[in-house]
T-cell receptor, first 112, second 113 residues
Framework: SQQGEEDPQALSIQEGENATMNCSYK?????LQWYRQNSGRGLVHLIL???NEREKHSGRLRVTLDTSKKSSSLLITASRAADTASYFC????????????WGAGTKLIIKP | AAGVIQSPRHLIKEKRETATLKCYPI?????VYWYQQGPGQDPQFLIS???????DKGSIPDRFSAQQFSDYHSELNMSSLELGDSALYFC????????????FGPGTRLTVL
């Protein structure tokens, strides 16, 4: 069953601006992962944050995790047209036997 | 670095036919997962294998079966195909030591006519 919910469902910003996407989940997790998917293409792993971590950086990406609120955010700084894609969060719930449970995704459009 | 390999990349079948999708995990990864992604939807977990044994089962129809072989590659067998089976099928692999960081293959696009 799907437990991740992402907002916004769609986000359109100007190139150079920062983009923030949020993800909420319902159960206790081992970790939370963010993926990117270009239209009709494969899923690319962006970043994994463990349940005992609060913030993680990778290049222009910054992920936060608030386990008390069961939520995470993905920030992309200085966005580029090439960042246009759908972004999914996926949780590895404690009782899920390692299957990922996915959010519905945020469609990000970066306008040049 | 080696990635997850899936074959074929595209497959077109008629209703009621069968299809076999293959997945070759990243070397030294011991776990394979299969996901189905319908148009405009998030991926749905189908089934997973750890060390050649089924480890978890999701929303996989009874018409589908899968297995993991001794070389850790996996095959998803789909029979009596229906129009609704048209989707992207992703395979992912992970290592027990990698915090379940799942790496995905490029996917197989299955079209059922």
């Amino acid at each position: 069953s799907q437990q991740g919910e992402e907002d916004p469902q769609a986000l359109s910003i100007q190139e150079g601006e920062n983009a923030t996407m949020n993800c909420s989940y319902k159960t206790s997790i081992n970790n939370l992962q963010w993926y990117r998917q270009n239209s009709g293409r494969g899923l690319v792993h962006l970043i994994l944050i463990r349940s005992n971590e609060r913030e993680k950086h990778s290049g222009r990406l910054r992920v936060t995790l608030d386990t008390s609120k069961k939520s995470s955010s993905l920030l992309i700084t200085a966005s580029r047209a090439a960042d246009t894609a759908s972004y999914f969060c996926a949780t590895d719930a404690e009782d899920s036997n390692y299957q990922l449970i996915w959010g519905a995704g945020t469609k990000l459009i970066i306008k040049p | 670095a080696a990635g997850v390999i899936q074959s074929p990349r595209h497959l077109i079948k008629e209703k009621r036919e069968t299809a076999t999708l293959k997945c070759y995990p990243i070397p030294r990864h011991d776990t394979v997962y299969w996901y189905q992604q319908g148009p405009g939807q998030d991926p749905q977990f189908l089934i997973s294998f750890y060390e050649k044994m089924q480890s978890d089962k999701g929303s996989i129809p009874d018409r589908f079966s899968a297995q993991q072989f001794s070389d850790y590659h996996s095959e998803l067998n789909m029979s009596s195909l229906e129009l609704g089976d048209s989707a992207l099928y992703f395979c992912a692999s992970s290592s027990e030591t990698g915090y379940n960081e799942q790496f995905f293959g490029p996917g197989t696009r299955l079209t059922v006519l």
